[in-house]
């Protein structure tokens, strides 16, 4: 399975103490979102997809260029006075690949961040949210550098619970491993897109990257507008989806 799964690297970019950020959809469609909200916030780059035959075969059209279903960002390197630097790189999807293939694109993506040498890895998920007017942001770390990250921001660490999906292979394997992988949780509306909730996921990644600067006023300010965009993009991609992915969600947004 895994040898039918492979990471197409358009361009070779140094990616060496980055940041890898994982954006497949969950609750809320919060990680989708907010990837999408780095794309265009920070005009990243696309430079590789993940590709296999097991993916929902569509394209992501996006400014009038269509794109893969799994695409990978870069931003440049963002350096402050103090000759620190923070990069970051996004894997960005729309949908939420099949069971059966869920650990195969994890074990990729960890391999390939060791291979690039990123720093860690941060996984973005939703949450059902338990106080919807007070909505908060949660951590789960693999490594005892990743609880003093979740310590050094005020990230309550949750103690119970279950993550399933893309971010939970990463976190089981990444602790298996002792790679470096830290889950940010959004408290979410699991009954539409939530972009209040991605917004709290960019406000934390803000406080961990001082050198990127990401003003998150635009997504409250659009949260609707966004929400609704998704919508839109959901009925369009319901009729043209393959009847053999009826079990694959089919959120797509340009």
């Not at 060496?16 to 497949?24: G, P």
């Not at 941060?122 to 338990?130: D, I, M, Y």
């Not at 789960?140 to 921001?153: E, G, H, P």
Request: with cysteine; charged share 20%; net charge negative.
């Amino acid at each position: 399975m895994e040898e039918e799964i492979q990471i197409i690297e358009y361009k070779n970019v140094d990616l060496t103490n980055s940041v890898l950020i994982e954006a497949f959809p969950t609750v809320g469609l919060v990680s989708s979102i907010a990837g999408h909200f780095l794309v265009e916030q920070l005009n990243l780059e696309e430079i590789g997809m993940i590709s296999s035959r097991y993916f929902m075969p569509a394209a992501v059209i996006h400014k009038g260029v269509p794109s893969p279903p799994v695409r990978i960002y870069a931003s440049k390197k963002f350096c402050g006075s103090n000759s620190d630097c923070d990069q970051i790189v996004v894997i960005s999807s729309e949908f939420m690949p099949a069971v059966d293939i869920i650990k195969p694109v994890a074990n990729m993506i960890l391999s390939w961040a060791q291979k690039k040498k990123c720093s860690h890895i941060v996984t973005l998920e939703g949450t059902h949210g338990l106080n919807p007017k007070n909505p908060k942001t949660y951590g789960v770390a693999t490594t005892q550098k990743m609880k003093d990250i979740l310590k050094k921001y005020s990230i309550e660490e949750t103690k119970e619970g279950m993550i399933t999906g893309i971010t939970g292979v990463l976190l089981y394997e990444g602790a298996r491993l002792k790679q470096d992988v830290l889950c940010l949780l959004a408290e979410a509306h699991s009954s539409y897109p939530d972009s209040r909730a991605a917004a709290l996921l960019v406000e934390t990644l803000d406080k961990m990257l001082p050198e990127i600067k990401l003003d998150t006023q635009p997504l409250y300010k659009e949260a609707d507008d966004i929400e609704q965009k998704i919508r839109s993009f959901i009925k369009q991609a319901q009729p043209t989806a393959p009847s053999s992915a009826q079990q694959l969600p089919t959120q797509m947004y340009g």
